[in-house]
């Protein structure tokens, strides 16, 4: 087993995310806590009991917050890299639980200019992406009234003056330990966690009063908002709390994350067609099943290790049905090709809907977008 | 004589402009190309006749495309960190000439963000000063319809899509070469260079067409450009020209330049009432004179070493007027305290015109304002 290595920008290897608490000094999502979040939201979530949420900072004090009727906010965002995939919206619908739950605002960044500064695209190209992926956002059926989504190179002169007061605070050296940059990093990379960093402040500015946000992502994420949170104080604004999600993991196996860079072949888009996801699952999703039928029959499958039945531990919500999968699979009853057929039916039901709402949501996106 | 040293931030020492042209790796300003400019212009320049204006880079270059009906524009800034004084004022005036001889656009970044990022000055601070700077800018007279005046953090959207193009070409390696930055700096500096340079490509982005820009400034802010120089190529933009001057003297003696840091009491401010500008000259403007009155009817003064007479090379246009100055100075006929007054005058007769027309710039600094 390769040691995983994790950072913003790369997830290679098996993860095992205890590790990662300890690493990155996070607090485990403990059970008490869920069933404050679900008493808040008045409704359980299965990504909350399946502790694919599982780690977080300073959640209470946010729940608390909430509680007392300050101000409070949720951030997630996207790196415009390329189309969006089933890996990104896994934070994105339980935004949406929180959001409907809590009934507060959320902001929406799309990281344009990130993207423009660490990959092979054209500014042009990624802006473009960004409002593509925007539609995705928005078909996860967000309130327009209080969800805010800007790209930031078409927000900038809102981020830019919030970014350089982080920015003042934070060394270079900060930011090489943070994000491993070194002399051959671009000077424009230097200064982007500044950005990125700018929107836990942001609400604060927009909402015109103290507003601790909460992030909802995936826990690579997280080196982001180390430095956003040891600046908050000096900078007068509250500390931003995070709650962390594990990876939906690649279709071809247990190590990694579903990742466009490691080509798209293998990765589920939210524009794939019913065929592709069909040709794409049976072709490519990792199988813990046996080699033949008869030692299938036999001994069973491992759904550990399987990456259709991982996945439904992301997309089926209802656990009777997933634990059924789960027996099934494990006893040898179901067959590896009969559970890659049930995530196939899934997400394509997922998908059809998803993408009429995501066309629906061309026409609406103006309601979403802040622009200066 | 202690070592010059020359970077944006600090001029200390006696300058060496035969060394700075050499260490830089800029040109000449020979007698042809002032002639050239001159031509261009339809008249002289006293900055040019006495070589307050030294040293370019591409001037050729530019003046032939100027002349060939080409799209070119002037740039010229001011970092926002006090109010503005006499030496800020030499490359405007310089700018005003070459506007009304050349008949083209003028661009004033204003740098509130630089300010705010390196000194001890919060940015409301900065961008208050940056609009009190422009009045003095816009105090020289320039024509609004081709002067375009912008403050970084309220222009960022603009300015922010061209910094980040700069920024990807740019490594913390070489910033750290051009800027003397280190792991201490904070990620706002190392990013700034990028906004800096922006500005030498923004009249293409505003004019919509190649435009180079021709950069009238103290030699000092040369390594900026440098930057700007190297990436033009790489992201299709004609290469910024420089046309550089000598720092206006400092009038505690011949090391260093007028700086507001090395404390105000000996500084000018173009705010200053003519008892103010009195006092500062009569009390610290470094005498060439002699120690008493009989040796220096006998010896005469020094005028290369002398404030008010270095002063008056660059505020007095009469050359006939300063050469009788001077030889009266040198003769002893002159004494120190007669030629502190014709300065005194000078600057007084200056200001009283420049701040009725700060005053009423006011009213029509909206003119001027480039904002997203």
Known sequence: MSKAKVTPWEVKGVVDY??????????????????????????????LRRKIFFSHRDLEIFLKEHE??????????RGPSGNTHLGHIVPWIFCKYLQDALDIPLYFQITDDEKFLCKDLTLEETNKLAYENALDFIAMGFDPKKTFIFVDTDYAKTMYKIAIKVAKKVTASSAQAVFGFDNSTNI???????????????????????????????????????????????????KTAA???????????????MST????????????????VKKKINKYAFSGGKDTLEEHRKHGGNPAIDAAYQWLTFFEE???KLKSIRDNYKSGKLLSGELKAILIE???????????????ARKHIDKFILKD
């Not at 205890?18 to 990504?47: D, V």
């Not at 860079?261 to 592709?276: L, N, Q, Y």
């Open 346 to 360: 899934k997400v394509n039901a997922f998908l059809k809907v998803h993408q009429k709402k995501r066309e629906l």
């Open 18 to 47: 205890e590790r990662l608490i300890e690493e990155f000094g996070t607090n485990h999502l403990t059970e008490p806590l869920i069933k404050k979040i679900e008493k808040a939201a008045k409704k359980s979530h299965h990504m």
């Open 68 to 77: 007392e009727g300050k101000s409070v906010a949720l951030y997630t965002g």
């Open 318 to 320: 209802d656990d009777k």
């Open 261 to 276: 860079s490691e080509g798209s072949h293998a990765t589920i888009f939210t524009t794939d067609t019913p065929d592709e």
């Open 243 to 257: 709650i962390h999600c594990t990876f939906l993991p690649s279709l071809l196996g247990p190590e990694g994350k």
């Open 188 to 238: 424009g990379m230097y200064f982007w966690p500044a950005m990125q960093s700018a929107t836990c402040f942001l609400p604060t500015v927009h909402q015109k009063k103290p507003t601790r946000t909460l992030i909802p992502a995936a826990i690579d994420q997280d080196p982001y908002w180390r430095i956003a949170r040891d600046v908050a104080p000096k900078l007068g604004y509250p």
